[in-house]
């Protein structure tokens, strides 16, 4: 075997063994069951492509991209643990399967085609790995290569989108009659936008209405681009690039990961690519590239994992936390911080005047600002996705934990002046935003368990009992569960500090107590 072939290699046995299934027999019984059902069938065709998707995981993190850092840990189990240093943080041995993110969570972009920006120092491998991701779509590396397209100061929206054709210009009596030389790149299935920072502010909102709303516009002619996979680069995403990034265009990013320092006792890889004079990117197996069609499966198998209504409302109760901000609002509804930020107030004077709660206990404290839709549904977008990549039909808190960091990096923005980074065993997290996001999510569990929300949550009873619809619902029924929701908010404001979830609780049951008022009014009508 030619040694190059060892960068082809892929493993024959399955990436996340489990028992067969067992083989259905026939019965008697499935003659009277009317058509035949193609669900089962339909499982068994899907069941390829999550194991394509590992397949396609493991030889780049063997072959390709040198990323052993294991920061996305599943346990199964008890796991080993170790303390390490001076400051005594911990090495822990996962004991079920654990990914590395730098190349799990380009991946995931890559089947539900959403946008992934990199972000780390130069040479670390962001254009490359985006670069392969390229390749997985069934482009080669030259097409790539040359539809990527690399940020500059001296950047025009012609440069980006495409540029009038020159003999049209000068014949055109109407702007229809101008046709539009559009850049190939538009038309890529993955989209690679290198350095986006160095992007001018003004060619960056052209960008943003190709990433936020699919479509290029020049001269009043539009290009309606296909579902793509987005993958941005940034050196220094703080602030540091040329420009500074429209906050509309950061908005549009689903998901931030951090390309890691090499680890120099994988040094023999590289040396074995110098000897052999092989670039990965060129040697990436045929089975593991994707088909159009196979993107578009992957993406809707993705869309149908369930979320149990136990981890929704885990994050329901987590979400809630981050944007209240009492002394922003005379009006119970914008008591938030956007209306601060709206208004340009002076955040330490507001935060002066909120003197009632406990400011290390509320997490909302720790932020600058909430959590906004798009990254709501991201976030579960991503959960799905990598309850899928691991064969689950449905997200684990776990899933959820894992891929929250990366979701939320860019999009909540911690408070340094908070008094939990004063803690000298928060100190860290000034820095560590992954590992302050994920702590955060720890800190709301806890408090989750703490309250039994699980098991004591009148709220939620109240919800359920109203999505299950008014259709016969007397008025007498619809007087006393008004009367329920008033003695439950007379209930849950005596005497109490309010927090994020306790405001969201409220304004739930404000709601609630509107639609069976609105109800009633109909009733009597009648």
């Not at 960068?7 to 019965?27: E, G, H, Y």
């Not at 600002?369 to 449905?394: C, P, Q």
């Not at 939320?408 to 004063?422: E, M, R, T, Y």
Request: some cysteine; charged content about 25%; hydrophobic content about 40%.
């Amino acid at each position: 075997m030619p040694s190059f072939n060892l960068f082809q290699r892929l493993s024959q046995a399955p990436t996340k063994p489990k028992a067969a299934p067992v083989a259905r027999q026939f019965d008697v019984a499935d003659l009277y069951q009317g058509p035949i059902a193609l669900g089962a069938e339909g499982e068994t065709q899907a069941r390829p492509f999550d194991e394509k998707l590992r397949q396609a995981y493991f030889w780049i993190v063997n072959h390709a991209i040198i990323s052993p850092h294991y920061d996305i840990e599943y346990n199964d189990g008890p796991s080993q643990t170790y303390s390490v240093g001076d400051s005594r943080r911990t090495l822990n041995l996962p004991s079920a399967q654990s990914y590395s993110s730098f190349i799990l969570l380009p991946l995931l972009t890559f089947a539900t085609r959403r946008k992934c920006l990199f972000v780390g120092g130069p040479g670390r491998g962001k254009t490359a790995s985006a670069l392969l991701m390229g390749v997985l779509a069934g482009s080669t590396v030259k097409e790539v290569k040359r539809a990527m397209q690399h940020g500059h100061p001296q950047m025009t929206v012609a440069d980006l989108l495409g540029n009038p054709l020159p003999a049209d210009l000068v014949n055109a009596q109407s702007m229809d009659d101008i046709r539009i030389a559009w850049r190939a790149w538009l038309g890529m299935r993955v989209k690679i936008v290198d350095e986006y920072n160095r992007i001018p502010t003004r060619t960056q909102s052209a960008l943003l209405t190709v990433m936020g709303d699919n479509y290029a516009e020049v001269l009043n002619h539009i290009y309606e681009c296909p579902e793509a996979a987005w993958y941005l680069t940034a050196n220094d995403d703080q602030g540091g690039g040329t420009y500074q990034v429209i906050e509309a265009l950061r908005d549009r990013v689903d998901v931030t990961v951090q390309a890691l320092a090499f680890n120099p006792r994988f040094l023999n890889e590289l040396l074995l690519r110098v000897e052999e004079n092989v670039r990965p990117e060129e040697l990436v197996p045929p089975d593991i590239i994707f088909t159009e069609s196979e993107v578009d499966q992957i993406g809707e198998a993705i869309r149908q994992v369930g979320i149990p209504d136990a981890v929704r409302r885990r994050l329901e109760f987590f979400a809630s936390q981050f944007e209240l901000f009492e002394t922003a609002g005379g009006q119970f509804e914008y008591m938030t911080k956007d209306t601060a930020r709206l208004a340009g107030a002076d955040r330490g004077q507001a935060q002066a005047a909120d003197n009632g709660r406990d400011r290390l206990k509320d997490l909302g404290c720790q932020t600058l600002n909430g959590i906004s839709v798009r990254t709501l549904m991201a976030l579960m977008i991503y959960a799905k996705a990598m309850a899928y990549f691991r064969g689950n039909g449905e997200v684990a808190l776990e899933d959820l934990r894992q891929v929250l960091p990366f979701v939320l990096h860019n999009k909540l923005q911690p408070d340094p002046d908070a008094p939990f980074f004063a803690l000298p065993e928060n100190a860290a997290y000034r820095s560590d935003r992954l590992g302050w996001l994920r702590r955060l999510f720890d800190l709301s569990n806890d408090e989750f368990n703490r309250l039994d929300l699980d098991r004591d949550d009148p709220v939620g009873v109240l919800s359920a009992e109203f999505d299950l619809g008014l259709d016969g619902v007397s008025e007498r029924e619809t007087l006393a569960r008004l009367n329920r929701i008033e003695k439950l908010i007379a209930e849950r404001t005596k005497g109490r500090k309010l927090y994020g979830p306790l405001y969201d609780d409220l304004l739930k049951l404000k709601y609630l107590h509107q639609r069976y008022t609105n109800y009633r009014s109909w009733l009597r009508s009648q």
